[in-house]
């Protein structure tokens, strides 16, 4: 029988990635709605891909 392991849900990267994609548009009007689109965006993102990413921005 194989184990069944918990689902990662990396809030706290996926959260860190938002706020690094929104920080460009923190001066715009409309900053709350792009930042909503941004964290539905990365709430699909496989754990994988938002690791990367994250990788990726701090270089």
């Known amino acids: 029988m194989m184990p069944i392991l918990?689902?990662?849900t990396m809030?706290?990267?996926?959260?860190?990635?938002?706020k690094k994609m929104a920080k460009?548009?923190?001066?715009?009007p409309n900053y709350l709605q792009t930042k909503h689109s941004f964290t539905c965006f990365v709430s699909r993102m496989s754990?994988?891909?938002?690791?990367?990413?994250?990788?990726?921005?701090?270089?």
Request: glycine fraction near 0%.
């Open 6 to 8: 918990p689902q990662l």
């Open 11 to 18: 809030k706290v990267e996926r959260q860190e990635l938002v």
């Open 24 to 28: 460009p548009f923190i001066e715009e």
């Open 47 to 59: 754990a994988p891909t938002v690791l990367h990413c994250l990788a990726l921005m701090d270089e």
